[in-house]
C-alpha cells in the first residue's frame, strides 16, 4: 500500500484519507534472484539496467544469498534494497 505514495500526487495527506479504504486481496509473487531471467529482471519496475547487470555479474561467480551480497555494490543503495526486498527471495 505504501507504494501508492510514490504515484504523483497521492500527498502523505491524501494516502492518509483513502488508506483507510484499502484492501489487498493478492500478495504479490515472489521472485527467486538466483533463477530468473534477465528478461524477467528488464521488466521489474524498481530494477535499473546497471541494476540487473550487478546481479547478473554476482550470480555468475556464486549464488546469491542475501542482500548483503549486493549491498556493498554502489548500484544498489539501502532505499533500492528497501523497495526490493519483498520482491526477491534467494534458494
Known sequence: ??????????TTNKFSQILPYLIIKNKHKTIDINKVSSEQLAKHPYLNEKQIRTILTVREKDKINSWDDLSENKD???RDIQRLSPYFIFK
Do not use: M, N, V
Open 1 to 10: 500500500l505504501e507504494q501508492l505514495q510514490e504515484i504523483k500526487g497521492i
Open 76 to 78: 544498489f543503495t539501502p
